[in-house]
């Protein structure tokens, strides 16, 4: 049944009338709109009798008003009389127009990733975001798109408009950062152990980390040279100026951080300094959209650690720690690694377990250590072997991702484990 009806002229004083589908970008729904083209005959002439129908576009210009069908944006010498019979109520013409004159500088951030673009302000800026958003990022995931802005989420063009409106344009600018994010996919911090067993692991079996295999820390390669007694003394300084700084109290997050810093500065340092100068550290970044990594350390693109601090509930970050590390392995077969190795930390400061993810997203070989407990008492001992357990982790890392490395051998060794 065609949405197209029209009444036959028999001279041209009579009227043609047609009834046809008519979407108004970012209106809830389309209207058949009834109209009179005696006098026209493509699209061109059609966005008269629209600017007479439809409110919204009586103070447009005709050159800004857009017309698309089956997201194919239609030229305007098109025929009316072919688009009434083919426009449907699933399918309706769109119309396009612009909201305001506001010029909108959007960045768009996806984990550690950030991309800019200027659009003008139209009915279909959400969706040219949207599109936007894949044309920069290649690696996004498939589903729905959707977007944060300080904490607002934007899931349509209704939402979109409203937070634009809200913002003061600067020279006719407006300036706003959208972190991307897909529909269903959960944040790191929403991850429990046993959906993480379930649907990341595959082990449904498993009831508790005690389930996992074991990684044993004494298997990786000893550092070569080890630290000196210099680069100990000074990780040993900084960890009793900050127990005495903070009266020896854990407990928070905020607090615990800082003895983790401790750890993972001087460890970074060491690789730096005695392996690769290309190894960086940073904190509180994104790894893909779904909540901050506390801790990563990368060899330029390649992620190679990460560390998730806790205040006290290990189990949640283990679980996140996890999940951190499938996006990461992602991340690397993206980047067109074979070979699939990352490692992984959940610590509140005290308590400490190691996670190495193996193999592909899909069929991942997962292990866990035990828990450490650091004590902080004498000179430190547990938690100098801490901070060697990181190093090694490192190191065993940067030979295997470091196309330059003088350490062929070290590579292999690491990769018949």
Not at 151 to 173: M, P, R
Not at 201 to 216: E, H, I, R
Not at 343 to 370: D, Q
Request: proline share 4%.
């Amino acid at each position: 049944m065609t949405e197209f009806e029209f009444i036959e002229r028999t001279d041209s004083a009579c009227p043609f009338i047609v009834k046809m589908w008519v979407l108004l970008e970012g209106s809830p729904s389309p209207l058949k709109l009834k109209a009179d083209i005696t006098k026209v005959s493509d699209l061109d002439d059609f966005k008269g009798i629209l600017k007479h129908e439809y409110e919204e576009l009586t103070n447009v210009r005709p050159q800004n008003i857009v017309f698309l069908h089956h997201n194919n944006t239609l030229k305007p010498n098109e025929d009316v009389q072919t688009l009434a019979n083919t426009a449907t109520a699933e399918n309706p013409l769109v119309v396009r127009y612009p909201i305001s004159a506001v010029n909108i500088k959007v960045t768009f951030v996806y984990g550690q990733k950030q991309g800019k673009r200027e659009i003008p302000h139209t009915s279909g800026s959400f969706d040219q975001l949207q599109a936007l958003a894949r044309e920069i990022f290649k690696d996004l995931e498939e589903g729905t798109i959707y977007f944060v802005n300080d904490g607002t989420e934007i899931w349509n063009a209704y939402n979109f408009n409203t937070v634009v409106k809200s913002q003061t344009a600067q020279d006719n600018n407006v300036v706003l950062k959208l972190k991307i994010l897909i529909e269903g996919k959960k944040k790191y911090s929403d991850w429990k152990l046993k959906d993480v067993f379930k649907d990341i692991l595959k082990k449904p079996t498993y009831n508790s980390l005690s389930d996992m295999p074991v990684l044993d820390m004494t298997e990786l390669p000893p550092l070569d040279p080890p630290f000196n007694q210099n680069q100990l003394t000074k990780f040993v300084d900084e960890i009793k100026v900050k127990l005495s700084s903070l009266r020896d109290e854990f407990g928070n997050e905020t607090k615990n951080r800082l003895y983790i810093d401790a750890f993972m500065t001087h460890a970074v340092d060491y690789i730096r300094t005695q392996i690769n100068k290309s190894v960086r550290l940073d904190m509180e970044q994104g790894l893909d959209g779904y909540g901050p990594v506390d801790y990563w350390v990368k060899l330029v693109e390649i992620l190679l650690f990460l560390c998730e601090a806790k205040a006290e509930d290990m189990n949640q970050g283990s679980s996140q720690a996890i999940v951190q590390a499938q996006s990461g392995i992602e991340q690397l077969s993206k980047l067109g690694y074979e070979e699939l190795l990352i490692y992984g930390i959940a610590s509140t400061g005290k308590l400490w377990r190691f996670i190495r993810w193996s193999g592909s997203s899909e069929n991942p070989e997962v292990h866990i250590s035990k828990e450490y407990t650091c004590n902080f008492k004498g000179e430190l001992a547990d938690e100098k072997e801490i901070l060697t357990y990181i190093a090694q982790i490192l190191t065993v890392q940067v030979y295997l991702y470091d196309k330059n490395s003088e350490h062929p051998s070290k590579r292999v060794k690491v990769n018949e484990k």
